[in-house]
């Protein structure tokens, strides 16, 4: 792993520092970024867990074909309330800044307003991704209430579009509606399709629908063929489509600033600026700003690279951070495989290691949207 000099290091915390003591998110930010530098030393790209997801659940009310849990019943080993809390007072410990609740679907879980609370109270940003379906008045204003800071939902198309993906009748109205609560409610609302051949076309009417809904932003995913998503892996988009894509968001970005919030995080040759300043953030940040707890108490690299590099009903997360074999590999850029391990940006990119996995079964295999690939797998 790269390193860079002492005075670089003190040259950027004094500029990170002014720059984030404004507002308590880019406080923690920095007070994150500092005593993880403290326990790990300064690498380049930096190692902080800056994002932590915790699938609180494995049970869902909604059977989708892409689903990258296969999320189906409540499992019977689930963390429980206490182990949860002492899993967020460790990321506390650590000045983790955002924790992301998902699932399954979160709701499910009883719980969850007490855990997502207890996060609040301790100074994090809380996050929770949602299919909408449990969604209602009084939890809308519950949630705004409580200090949430964005809630995501899937919507994927319109009604016969979106029940063939989500499989189950009737989840569309159920979805609008509760959409319809949280943006009435004052919440930052997130409107998260994953597109697949299925609902490529439908991508304008969606952002579209989004607008008219009033949510905040739009941000599409790639269908990575893991989980449930591996049983629908011909369904992925074509490199010409994904590219179509790309180019249809730069566009929509430009004409649509002001109204919504366009996330779309490709890979491709305009989304590859670099920071050069001396702290720099992987692109991939499996293994190095982010990580996911599972609900059956496995540290992941990533909500999508399901692969067990620890548990933390046996370990702390610091000790697995530090001594995982899986995330000391992820780490080490120079053991790409393929076109990913000759590219120049792979200690800044290193492409997206889930879909690498989903396509190659190496997590340290090539990733085929990289433009450098030329869409191996398209």
């Excluded at 943006?183 to 051949?197: D, F, I, R, S």
């Excluded at 996330?263 to 491709?268: F, G, Q, T």
């Excluded at 396509?359 to 085929?368: E, H, L, N, Q, R």
């Amino acid at each position: 792993m790269q390193q860079t000099s002492k005075e670089e290091l003190v040259f950027s915390f004094l500029r990170t520092k002014q720059k984030m003591a404004k507002s308590r998110p880019e406080k923690r930010v920095y007070e994150c970024l500092e005593q993880s530098i403290g326990e790990w030393g300064y690498t380049d790209p930096v190692i902080a867990p800056l994002k932590v997801t915790y699938e609180i659940t494995r049970a869902c009310n909604l059977n989708c074909m892409h689903c990258s849990s296969r999320a189906d019943q409540k499992a019977e080993d689930e963390l429980t309330t206490q182990e949860a809390k002492k899993i967020i007072d460790q990321l506390d410990e650590m000045k983790a800044p955002v924790l992301g609740f998902s699932g399954g679907e979160p709701f499910l879980r009883e719980d969850l307003f007490v855990l997502m609370n207890y996060a609040i109270t301790k100074g994090m940003l809380v996050n929770v991704a949602t299919n909408g379906l449990l969604m209602d008045e009084e939890k809308a204003h519950t949630l705004k209430k409580m200090g949430i800071y964005r809630v995501q939902v899937s919507l994927d198309g319109p009604e016969p579009v979106h029940e063939r993906i989500r499989r189950k009748k009737g989840s569309f109205i159920r979805t609008i509606e509760g959409i319809k609560s949280m943006v009435e409610a004052g919440l930052n609302v997130v409107v998260t399709p994953t597109v697949t051949t299925v609902n490529y076309s439908e991508v304008p009417t969606l952002l579209e629908m989004a607008c008219e809904l009033g949510v905040n932003s739009f941000s599409i995913n790639d269908l990575i063929p893991v989980g449930r998503g591996k049983e629908i892996e011909v369904l992925a988009v074509s490199q010409e489509h994904y590219n179509a894509l790309n180019a249809f968001f730069i566009q929509e970005r430009k004409r649509k600033e002001s109204k919504i919030d366009l996330k779309w995080a490709a890979v491709s040759p305009g989304n590859m600026k670099i920071n050069r300043g001396p702290i720099r953030m992987s692109k991939c940040r499996a293994g190095y700003t982010m990580f996911n707890i599972s609900w059956n108490a496995h540290l992941e690299p990533c909500n999508l690279l399901h692969m067990k590099a620890g548990d933390v009903r046996e370990s702390s997360i610091k000790e697995i951070l530090l001594n995982s074999p899986l995330l000391c590999e992820l780490r080490n850029r120079n053991n790409l495989e393929g076109i990913c391990g000759l590219c120049l940006f792979r200690w800044y990119c290193g492409g997206c290691r889930a879909r690498a996995f989903g396509y190659t079964g190496s997590y340290m295999g090539a990733d085929p949207r990289c433009p450098g690939t030329g869409g191996l797998y398209s």
